[in-house]
C-alpha cells in the first residue's frame, strides 16, 4: 500500500469526523460537498499565488482558462462581466 500524502489523511480524518457527527443519519451530496470545500481553497490559493492570472491558473490546475472561469464564477471569485 502507497504512502498517504498529508492532504489525504487531513481529508480521510475530516471526513471521518463529518460522518461521526452526523451520527445515524445519512449524508446526502457529501460528493459534491466534499469537493466544493477542496475546490474553494485551491482556486483562492492559485489565484492569489498567480496574482490573479487566469492563464497561468488554469496551467497550474490542468484546466481550460474556460473552465477555470466557470468555477471561479460559481464560487464567487469572480465578478460575471
Do not use: F
Not at 471521518?16 to 459534491?32: F, K, S, V
Request: net charge positive; aromatic share 2%.
Amino acid at each position: 500500500m502507497k504512502n498517504k500524502t498529508p492532504l489525504e489523511e487531513s481529508l480521510r480524518a475530516s471526513v471521518e469526523q463529518y460522518l461521526e457527527d452526523l451520527g445515524d443519519a445519512d449524508p446526502t451530496n457529501m460528493y459534491e460537498m466534499v469537493i466544493n470545500r477542496i475546490e474553494l481553497p485551491l482556486l483562492q490559493l492559485t489565484m492569489s499565488r498567480v496574482k490573479n492570472n487566469q492563464s497561468r491558473a488554469a496551467a497550474m490546475l490542468g484546466l481550460t482558462r474556460n473552465t477555470l472561469r466557470k468555477k471561479l464564477l460559481a464560487h464567487k471569485l469572480l465578478e460575471q462581466r
